[in-house]
């Protein structure tokens, strides 16, 4: 690297803390927080190793406008979206011009986890984790029906056997959500890093988030109707988010890695 892209590379670095630190509601639990801010490491060091050519090329000025036309919108309008594309933009225009080849291609399919880097999801798409509750809580009663449990739902809370269960915030998964995609993208890039097929396994990473998150749904619903909604409370609700991303983890490796085999030699980028 030379002195410009260390300079560069620091101007990128507190852009990312503005961005970060302008609005701290996305700080909860050490399941929902670490994954974001390890997202940028984990994009390092997948990109590994690093090789700037010697070559000094100049800055798309169309991308340098569109990241800063972009990362400007999304402040005057709150959007942390629009922020995260902006400042993602601006790195790729960077690594564009000084890198190229095969490295350069890989690190296209990597710009997943920088985009992930910033919270935009909790902050700007607080809806979806409803249609996450509302969705885990039918399909919870439809399997509490079928074991023979008396259930009513009501929105996002259910009753079962008298017992009121409540889908609260906590089970609406649109913090862990955006952990999970970050979990899943890994395993995607591991497995089918060099393989066309990790551009259609990315829709996949999604429906795997929700089954993951209604199985942890399920599990909580069970444990409050076997030991106490209290039990259910304390442990899942503390530990269940853990759970889900292990769960991630394991769907993401069960669904990914049977493709893997067939993709080994393919390096169609």
Not at 20 to 48: K, N, Q
Request: proline share 4%; net charge neutral.
């Amino acid at each position: 690297m030379k002195k410009i892209d260390y300079i560069i590379a620091t101007i990128l670095f507190f852009l990312l803390l503005f961005i970060w630190l302008g609005d701290l509601a996305w700080i909860s639990t050490s399941d929902d927080t670490i994954p974001i801010l390890v997202s940028l490491p984990i994009f390092i060091w997948l990109g590994s190793p690093w090789h700037f050519i010697d070559e000094n090329r100049p800055l798309s000025k169309i991308g340098l406008c569109l990241g800063a036309l972009l990362s400007l919108i999304g402040v005057l309008f709150g959007s942390t979206l629009l922020m995260a594309i902006g400042w993602t933009t601006l790195l790729w225009t960077w690594l564009k011009a000084r890198l190229e080849g095969e490295p350069l291609q890989k690190i296209k399919k990597l710009l997943i986890f920088p985009l992930m880097t910033f919270p935009w999801i909790t902050l700007d798409f607080n809806q979806i984790g409803w249609w996450f509750r509302l969705s885990g809580a039918w399909v919870t009663s439809m399997i509490l029906q079928f074991f023979g449990y008396e259930v009513q739902q009501m929105g996002t809370n259910l009753v079962v056997n008298g017992i009121l269960i409540s889908i609260d915030v906590a089970c609406a998964g649109i913090n862990t959500l955006q952990s999970m995609l970050i979990a899943g993208s890994v395993i995607n890039f591991v497995y089918l890093g060099n393989s066309i097929r990790y551009w259609w396994n990315i829709p996949v990473l999604v429906a795997i988030s929700w089954i993951a998150n209604t199985l942890r749904i399920i599990a909580i619903c069970f444990a409050a109707l076997a030991m106490g909604p209290e039990f259910a409370v304390d442990l899942f609700h503390n530990w269940g988010g853990w759970a889900v991303l292990v769960l991630m983890f394991g769907l993401c490796w069960a669904v990914i890695s049977i493709q893997e085999p067939n993709s080994k030699n393919n390096n169609n980028y």
